[in-house]
């Protein structure tokens, strides 16, 4: 799957999610139904969803594009590698990232942090977000590769055909 090949395909069903985002992982391709979460230098609830079965799905968080502090480190990444999630895209910044690097995962982040992040609980998932001129919503669909992160409404299919 290459997102250029999708949205020549799709461009009226996908929305790129514009946003300077870096990649990180060795994964160079993901695609999956979207889970949200919503929170500010707080990483409790991005926690508490990579501890649930991730069965394929995206974790998309909007951090308010904080880079101050890191709202993943290398053991969430682990924890949502072993809890069968397929990639995490965050509006905020991460830290670990030599170690993120080399995991079987896919981060987009718009950067990096030494900073951990606070642990008070707040922020709320399963809601409605908008990063990058899109919104969000808890079962939407993404599609990332290294050209950048797509959003739709709904699956889609692509042409495995092509003519380049």
């Not at 509006?91 to 950067?111: C, K, P, W």
């Amino acid at each position: 799957m290459k997102t250029a090949d999708l949205i020549d395909d799709h461009s009226e069903k996908l929305s790129l999610i514009h946003l300077p985002f870096r990649r990180f992982g060795t994964k160079t391709e993901s695609a999956g139904p979207v889970q949200t979460v919503k929170c500010f230098e707080d990483n409790t609830v991005v926690r508490a969803q990579l501890e649930t079965p991730g069965e394929g799905r995206i974790l998309v968080v909007d951090g308010g594009g904080s880079t101050r502090i890191a709202l993943l480190g290398d053991m969430l990444a682990q924890l949502a590698i072993d809890n069968g999630w397929s990639g995490i895209v965050l509006n905020a910044a991460i830290r670990d990232s030599g170690e993120i690097a080399d995991m079987d995962t896919l981060v987009f982040a718009l950067a990096t942090s030494p900073v951990k992040s606070a642990k008070e609980g707040c922020g709320k998932a399963g809601c409605s977000i908008h990063i990058g001129g899109v919104e969000i919503k808890p079962g939407d669909w993404l599609y990332g590769d290294v050209d950048g992160v797509l959003h739709s409404k709904a699956e889609l299919t692509w042409a495995s055909s092509r003519k380049q």
